[in-house]
């Protein structure tokens, strides 16, 4: 596994608060899927925090199935890259799998998600490579839009 770290201009020298999450790739056809926040056009790979007592597989297999609709299966050699991103107090760390579809099941989005009115959508690698390319674009008007596309281009970048 990868470990890779990013470090925010506002980062704080110590960290007080922590997030620990899982996202998962899917490739199929030269196509990624992404979650699409039609409200902000906001793009991510789909994923999310992890519960108490969840083990990061099943963080990553929960989360796809509630955002996408897709029961997944994380490839088996595990977490291809652990990611470190530092911004103000927060230390978050993302673990990104390659996952593979076995199933469908019904979605289950939080009110947020719902509000943000988020969607899956296949999208071309090329394209979704482009899209997060852009993260600079957004250091000004939308920092978290920023943050999450610096993030998953540079899970992208890592496969």
């Known amino acids: 596994m990868t470990i890779k770290e990013i470090f925010g201009a506002n980062r704080f020298e110590i960290t007080s608060k922590g997030r620990i999450g899982c996202r998962g790739i899917i490739i199929k056809d030269s196509r990624i899927l992404l979650i699409h926040g039609l409200q902000a056009d906001f793009f991510m790979i789909p994923g999310g925090g992890q519960e108490l007592n969840e083990t990061l597989e099943n963080c990553c297999i929960r989360e796809l199935q509630e955002e996408t609709g897709h029961i997944i299966e994380p490839c088996k050699e595990g977490a291809f890259l652990q990611l470190h991103e530092y911004y103000e107090e927060y230390h978050y ?67």
């Open 93 to 159: 760390i993302n673990y990104f799998y390659t996952c593979e579809i076995v199933g469908t099941a019904i979605k289950n989005l939080t009110e947020v998600e719902i509000e943000r009115k988020l969607v899956s959508e296949w999208v071309d690698w090329n394209v979704a490579l482009n899209i997060f390319s852009h993260y600079i674009d957004f250091a000004a008007t939308n920092e978290i839009k920023m943050r999450a596309y610096l993030r998953d281009y540079t899970a992208l970048l890592s496969i």
